[in-house]
């Protein structure tokens, strides 16, 4: 018979363990958190915060004088989560258009921000790849998509247990817009287009002709025509006049109302040239329109600066931003309306709303109150100028932008960006409960006139909050200033086409 002599085990003393929840200790841990060498055991899984206490102890045949304890204090993991703030629950942005993001709060939460993928060229604030403050600002400047990643700690504890959570972008190039100035249309050279390679003049106003009804060579190819004015006053421009409008473009002179009913033919000329800088400006645009499949023709107005970025035309039609890096020149910065009277008027309008405007003006319509004819000039050469051969909308800015300025600047709430496609109105109000203003974004599955509604529970109209010519598949972002005598509960209607769509929007107590 062999005899093994046992030593009594040494019990240690007691100890303190310090873990992030869900973490599983180790042998190991709870050994190094005694003093002495006590045997193993036990069985331990992921742990819930709290407090817990570890018994170490021998078994027979031999008994410990004492037991030794460990004290486990599991500290919380933080929540992370990030929040879309400029629209919310939105995963979709243009290119070149710039997004708020927040983590969570929390008392000595500290914040990594970077992109786990980058495919959409994305940047924070100033052109940064990484990022340590609770908000970020991203801009993106190339098609494709991006994956936002957030690490958070929480330094009040001396675990620093922390948490990492994810948020896809996709950036879509529908916020382009091609606009092409007067001057091009008189010119020799070609330019990129939207349906993809370049086109000169003569190319792209037969293009948008035939493009009217939004069908190339539909229902019979060559037969829509260009009419702006009224009746008497008024000018028309057939698909067999383009070659002899390139000859009179751009034009130039005084804005006035039109002499009779003109064509190219007879249209009033100085030295070779329109002779009406409002009607050739006016063609410049209805053509424009035409060339997107009416794209532009919803483009909201703002009494802002419109602020654009050219567009990489290596490839056509552009996918991606030139970067200030590449280009100082790259942003264009321009205000719509300058007097008091254009700035009433152009609240909640469209370009097609100021395309009418300036037909009715040609026509000899009474104007708006305070409006005139030069007002309605510059307002078409601005988006004339804006988007020319390709640019992209960045927003609208209270200052004009530069390259210098633009990353810092504070742009306008109300702006369009592009969405999925979607088989169904799909509508998104927030905050809700709401306190002095109140955000929509809303998507429409067909083009046609869209109206947004406010109502009180009694059925008494508060407010219209949208009335305008909307796109299917484009998203629309627009913001409701709740006057102080509304901040009552009330339901809002959007109708779009034969689809409605209605909600309900509480105040805040």
């Known amino acids: 018979v062999t005899v093994t002599e046992q030593s009594k085990p040494n019990a240690g003393t007691d100890g303190t363990l310090k873990v992030c929840a869900g973490t599983t200790p180790s042998d190991a841990d709870l050994f190094a958190a005694l003093t002495g060498s006590p045997d193993a055991g036990g069985t331990w899984s992921g742990l819930v915060a709290g407090v817990y206490t570890y018994t170490v102890k021998a078994t027979a045949p031999c008994t410990v004088d004492a037991t030794s304890h460990v004290t486990v204090i599991s500290n919380p993991i933080p929540s992370c989560t990030i929040t879309n703030v400029t629209s919310s629950g939105s995963h979709t942005t243009g290119m070149g258009q710039s997004v708020q993001f927040s983590g969570p709060s929390g008392s000595g939460f500290a914040y990594a921000w970077s992109f786990t993928t980058n495919a959409a060229g994305a940047k924070f604030s100033g052109g940064a790849t990484t990022a340590t403050t609770q908000g970020?600002?991203?801009?993106?400047?190339?098609a494709g998509s991006y994956t936002l990643s957030l690490t958070v700690t929480d330094n009040s504890y001396t675990t620093k247990c922390n948490a990492t959570c994810t948020y896809s972008m996709t950036v879509s190039t529908g916020n382009a817009y091609y606009t092409y100035t007067q001057g091009y249309y008189s010119s020799t050279g070609t330019s990129c287009t939207p349906v993809g390679g370049t086109k000169g003049a003569l190319a792209l106003i037969q293009y948008a002709l035939d493009n009217i009804d939004g069908v190339i060579g539909s229902p019979v190819p060559h037969t829509e025509q260009i009419v702006l004015g009224l009746t008497n006053h008024s000018f028309t421009l057939k698909y067999a006049d383009a070659a002899a409008l390139v000859k009179i473009m751009p034009g130039g002179g005084t804005a006035a109302v039109l002499s009779g009913n003109l064509t190219v033919a007879n249209v009033p000329l100085k030295s070779g040239k329109i002779k009406n800088v409002l009607l050739s400006q006016a063609i410049t645009l209805d053509l424009n329109i035409?060339?997107?499949?009416?794209?532009?023709?919803?483009?909201?107005?703002?009494?802002?600066y419109l602020t654009t970025q050219k567009g990489d035309v290596s490839t056509c039609p552009v996918t991606k931003l030139i970067p200030c890096s590449k280009d100082g020149g790259s942003i264009s910065s321009l205000q719509i309306a300058t007097s008091t009277g254009m700035k009433n008027w152009i609240a909640g309008k469209t370009v097609n709303d100021l395309l009418t405007l300036a037909s009715n003006a040609l026509g000899g319509a009474s104007l708006p109150s305070g409006v005139s004819l030069?007002?309605?000039?510059?307002?078409i050469d601005v988006i004339n100028r804006s988007f020319d051969a390709g640019r992209f909308f960045i927003g609208y800015y209270?200052?004009?932008?530069?390259?210098?300025t633009i990353s810092t600047a504070v742009a306008s709430s109300t702006s369009i960006s592009n969405t999925l496609g979607s088989s169904q109105l799909s509508v998104k109000a927030y905050p809700n409960p709401f306190n002095s203003a109140v955000n929509f974004h809303f998507t429409s599955p067909v083009s046609g006139k869209a109206l947004l509604v406010a109502y009180d529970l009694a059925g008494k109209k508060l407010a219209v909050i949208f009335e305008g010519n909307v796109n299917s598949g484009r998203g629309y972002d627009v913001k409701y200033n709740v006057s102080p005598g509304n901040k009552v509960p009330m339901m809002y209607k959007l109708t779009i086409g034969n689809s409605t769509y209605h909600g309900m929007l509480i105040p805040e107590k």
Do not use: E, W
């Open 290 to 304: 035409h060339i997107q499949s009416d794209a532009l023709s919803s483009f909201v107005l703002k009494t802002g």
């Open 374 to 379: 030069s007002d309605i000039t510059n307002a």
């Open 398 to 404: 209270t200052t004009s932008q530069t390259c210098s």
């Open 136 to 142: 970020v600002t991203v801009t993106t400047t190339t």
